[in-house]
């Protein structure tokens, strides 16, 4: 993700991270990245998949094939074991996310995870402030959000190389309109010296996260809505009979959609063409082999 995170700061727009959980859903996410010509990076949650370090090398070996560049990271990694799962599995980068603790507590697993990542070259995702959830946005939608002043410490003090900060979303369907505060990014933008990260994408609203990417978000998460696309799809294709047959293809088509066009909200479609695609650390693989200088 630092290559592709790097170039995307650079450039002002933001990277769709996407959910993913089997092998379909990858390709899909994949698939719909390369239609679009978008930088991609997969989310990757430890108990999505029975055999993490099959489904991380399952999800690598695909990336490889890409003419796009493909990251791979571990989603909301609760603590250090977890962190080495995700090395055993191939990942290219790790979060480890202490959010809802104490700021020593946070700091001190993140450097930990840092240590190890480091060691075999993988980059680290940490969280500060807290991005809770969207059925108590009330609550959460208000309170832990990050101090850009503390955020700077944090970073120095982690050396983590990615930072989600909390700035008015929320994981899942919210009860309530999400409210984001932009000043606050743009505080966040200028102070912080590494990538930010929104998560919560998911019905946070369009013209919310485009403007958060020209400001200054970087990567953005998502993963309701594009099961909710998956869902759809099946809903709204006729299933009876030997049609049952083209499911699989019904779920993907519906993730897809949602997929691209959150590359369009997020400024990404377009930006595969920014990156060198010889430079380690980025999976795809261009169709002629070609390099290009971002």
């Not at 003090?157 to 979303?169: K, P």
Request: proline share 4%; hydrophobic share 35%.
């Amino acid at each position: 993700m630092k290559t592709i995170c790097a170039i995307a700061r650079e450039n002002h727009f933001g990277v769709p991270a996407l959910g993913v959980n089997n092998e379909h859903s990858i390709r899909a996410a994949i698939e719909a990245a390369e239609e679009k010509n978008s930088p991609l990076i997969l989310l990757m949650m430890y108990g999505a998949h029975p055999d993490y370090v099959y489904f991380g090398k399952c999800a690598a070996e695909i990336g490889e094939k890409a003419n796009v560049p493909v990251a791979t990271i571990l989603d909301h990694g609760p603590d250090f074991e977890k962190c080495v799962w995700a090395v055993r599995a191939g990942l290219t980068d790790i979060m480890i996310d202490k959010s809802a603790e104490p700021y020593e507590v946070n700091a001190r697993e993140v450097k930990k995870a840092v240590e190890l990542a480091h060691a075999v070259g993988m980059g680290v995702e940490a969280e500060f402030g807290h991005v809770g959830s969207g059925d108590n946005y009330a609550v959460d939608g208000y309170s832990n959000l990050t101090d850009p002043d503390e955020a700077v410490k944090f970073v120095e003090e982690t050396g983590c190389d990615f930072l989600a900060v909390a700035v008015g979303t929320a994981h899942g369907v919210y009860k309530g309109t999400p409210e984001i505060r932009f000043e606050r990014l743009k505080e966040l933008r200028d102070k912080v010296p590494v990538p930010l990260v929104l998560h919560g994408g998911s019905g946070s609203g369009d013209e919310n996260i485009s403007k958060a990417c020209e400001i200054g978000i970087t990567k953005v998460n998502l993963a309701n809505d594009l099961y909710r696309g998956m869902a759809e799809g099946l809903i709204n294709n006729d299933i009876s009979g030997n049609r049952v047959y083209g499911a699989y293809s019904f779920l993907t088509e519906g993730y897809k959609q949602v997929a691209r066009h959150y590359m369009d909200v997020c400024g990404s479609t377009g930006k595969a063409s920014l990156y060198d695609m010889s430079r380690p650390g980025l999976h795809g693989k261009s169709e002629k082999g070609n390099v290009k200088e971002a």
